[in-house]
């Protein structure tokens, strides 16, 4: 026998730690008893709703079915007729509409009627599990609906969450009305996580049917980077400085093109702020080094800015999106970088091939000193190997 006021008392209190509506649990309730009474006293086939009173506890039940026509049915073993799409009768669903006509002249096609069942006071043990494993079911499909409303304008966006656990290698994060989740390949490498340390993610995804916690989190996505300067320097966020580019090995270093909208507005300077107060706040943020250039629609320009800190004597752009540089001696390592890393990211953010060389040394190729982007590479390969990509038009 089920304790109705102790499932009520139950319920709300499960209301209360997971913070869901009253109507949704209203419908919990009402779900899980119509579930319990049909597996009860009523047939598999049949569609049975509950009214349920959460202050006497009163409950009142219901059989539906949908007024239908017979143009719109077939009947149980009929073969369905290619581009036909009828439904199976079910006489424990459907009633024609004549039939529903008599019960209720104004009955419309599609239409549901109810009919009133009779009230158990006593449900047995296997209706009372019914009803506990409905409860928990449907409380859990609210969680991940109530979940998805609240945070799915927040995709993209950051939020603040703290640590909360490890599970195979992916990081759990409490973030108040949700658990969110931050994937072992999102996380920044050389980055220390514990359990209760507070921090800022970016909103990758907000998922309703996943086994995981429905919002997934990075800190290694480039557009963290980005919604972190926005965060950091109200001219971005005003519209009056635009982030054009963005390449990031996380964890280790980041380089951002920007343009001002604005001509009395210094787009690299804001960025920096006084005393390098901005920028440092943001490397601070992302564990890692970050550098800042004005974007230019000129390559030689832009190329000799993505090399930066770097002193660029001269930029020779040549065909096929290759561009030589020429720096002094003393400029050589900070333009190739520590194991080749700043060319690397200056020839990702351009989109092309960098090879540096010394200005002393024009014709000699340097160790590390040419990077190329993923497109400007794969373009020499296809060229290389004859390959060629077409696109079909019907």
Same mark, same amino acid.
């Given at each position: ?10 319920? &709300?209190?499960?209301a ?20 319990? =009474?049909?597996r009860?006293?009523?047939?598999k ?71 009133p069942?009779? @009230?158990?006071e ?31 304008d ?6 603040s ?23 072992? /390949?999102?996380?920044?490498?050389? &980055? ?23 919002v ?16 950091e320097?109200?001219e ?18 980041t ?9 009395e ?36 320009? =832009?190329?000799? /800015?993505?090399l930066?800190?770097?002193?660029? @004597? ?11 540089? =020429?720096?002094?001696?003393?400029q050589?390592?900070l ?14 953010? @351009?989109?092309w ?8 040394k ?7 000193g040419?990077?190329?982007? &993923? ?12 390959e060629?990509? @077409?696109?079909?038009?019907?």
């Amino acid at each position: 026998m089920i304790d109705l006021k102790g499932l009520r008392r139950a319920v &709300e209190e499960l209301a209360e730690e997971k913070k869901l509506p009253v109507d949704k649990i209203m419908e919990v309730i009402e779900s899980s008893l119509a579930a319990a =009474y049909k597996r009860e006293y009523r047939k598999k086939t049949e569609v049975v709703k509950c009214k349920f009173d959460s202050k006497t506890g009163a409950m009142q039940f219901w059989q539906v079915k949908t007024v239908v026509d017979p143009a719109q049915i077939r009947m149980e073993g009929e073969e369905q007729k290619e581009g036909e799409e009828k439904i199976v009768y079910n006489e424990d669903r459907h009633i024609f509409l004549e039939d529903a006509k008599k019960i209720k002249p104004d009955a419309q096609l599609d239409e549901e009627l109810v009919f009133p069942l009779e @009230t158990f006071e006593d449900f047995g043990r296997i209706a009372a599990q019914t009803a506990k494993q409905v409860i928990l079911q449907k409380v859990k499909e609210a969680e991940k609906d109530i979940l998805y409303e609240e945070f799915k304008d927040k995709e993209g966006e950051l939020v603040s969450g703290a640590i909360q656990r490890f599970e195979h290698g992916h990081i759990y994060i409490d973030l108040g009305k949700a658990l969110g989740i931050m994937f072992a /390949n999102e996380s920044v490498p050389g &980055e220390i996580y514990t359990p209760g340390k507070r921090m800022r993610f970016y909103v990758m995804a907000v998922q309703k049917e996943t086994r995981y916690p429905g919002v997934v989190l990075s800190r290694a996505h480039p557009d963290f980077v980005k919604k972190v300067f926005e965060a950091e320097v109200p001219e971005i966020a005003d519209g009056f400085i635009e982030i054009k580019d963005i390449v990031r090995e996380p964890g280790s270093r980041t380089k951002v093109a920007v343009i001002s909208n604005n001509p009395e507005i210094d787009a690299v300077g804001s960025c920096i702020g006084q005393r390098g107060a901005r920028i440092m706040t943001v490397s601070n943020e992302l564990n890692e080094r970050v550098d800042v250039m004005e974007w230019s629609e000129d390559p030689a320009k =832009y190329i000799s /800015n993505a090399l930066s800190p770097a002193k660029v @004597t001269n930029v020779e752009v040549l065909p096929k999106k290759e561009a030589r540089v =020429y720096v002094p001696d003393d400029q050589l390592s900070l333009a190739i970088g520590k194991g080749g890393q700043n060319v690397r990211l200056a020839a990702k953010i @351009t989109g092309w091939r960098i090879d540096v060389r010394s200005q002393e040394k024009p014709e000699e190729a340097l160790e590390g000193g040419m990077a190329a982007s &993923e497109e400007v590479e794969s373009t020499t390969t296809s060229e290389i190997t004859g390959e060629t990509t @077409t696109e079909s038009k019907e």
